[in-house]
């Protein structure tokens, strides 16, 4: 099946610890996509990458850093500079080529927590 | 920069009434692009309808529709006949030439029995 899968569900840390979460994709999409979604803040952009080797900040970035080395991968690392970085983190990828207002597809989520 | 506002953080409405979530968005392009996605309490992000700035025709999806007012930028949506699966939180976004795309808020939308 052709999806986006983020892994794991739900995650644990101790303050101070850094995380990576992981996001695949086998929709064969170049651009994907890094959200934080915290209560009534709806989805605030964190990252984003249109190619691989290439990423752009979102509105949140700070405490957050990722890599594209490959074009199905997408991981974020939430720093320990992250001052409050419990929420729930989501995923998406887009295809960029063809018809240009394609939507993103989102993976399930995964629910970080810092103890 | 861009910025998306919903301006009712909940609604509540009887099963079978119509309701409409609104939208505005601040954007200085000419050209862009419009979505509305629904989140259901599993949290999947779901497409429910899209438009296209330059598209003056408003989009359609069997029991959704869209008001789109470009000059107002305004892209309200509309639920007719609403059924008990359509409660979730509904999400208004925007996107640019760039691949960037910016979320509302939300709106949390109960239909009750």
């Known amino acids: 099946d052709g999806g986006i899968t983020q892994s794991p569900k739900y995650l644990f840390r101790k303050e101070g610890q850094n995380v990576t979460l992981s996001c695949e994709q086998n929709l064969n999409h170049d651009a994907m996509y890094w959200y934080r979604q915290d209560p009534g803040q709806g989805l605030r952009l964190i990252y984003y990458s249109q190619i691989v080797n290439d990423f752009q900040k979102g509105d949140i970035a700070e405490g957050y850093s990722v890599s594209r080395e490959k074009k199905e991968s997408f991981p974020l690392t939430v720093t320990s500079a992250q001052k409050n970085p419990t929420a729930f983190y989501l995923c998406a990828s887009r295809r960029t080529q063809g018809n240009s207002y394609n939507e993103q597809f989102f993976g399930p989520g995964t629910r970080l927590t810092v103890l | 920069a861009q910025t998306v506002t919903q301006s009712q953080p909940e609604m509540s409405v009887q099963e079978a009434e119509t309701v409409t979530l609104s939208c505005t968005y601040d954007?200085?392009?000419?050209?862009?692009?419009l979505f509305w996605y629904k989140q259901p309490p599993s949290r999947q992000m779901i497409l429910v309808i899209r438009?296209?700035?330059?598209?003056?025709q408003n989009a359609t999806e069997n029991r959704f529709s869209v008001n789109f007012q470009k000059a107002a930028k305004s892209f309200s949506l509309k639920i007719s006949d609403s059924q008990l699966g359509d409660t979730a939180m509904y999400f208004c976004a925007f996107m640019n030439r760039d691949d960037k795309i910016i979320f509302g808020k939300g709106t949390r939308l109960h239909i009750l029995p």
């Open positions: 954007t200085s392009e000419s050209n862009y692009y």
């Open positions: 438009q296209e700035a330059y598209k003056q």
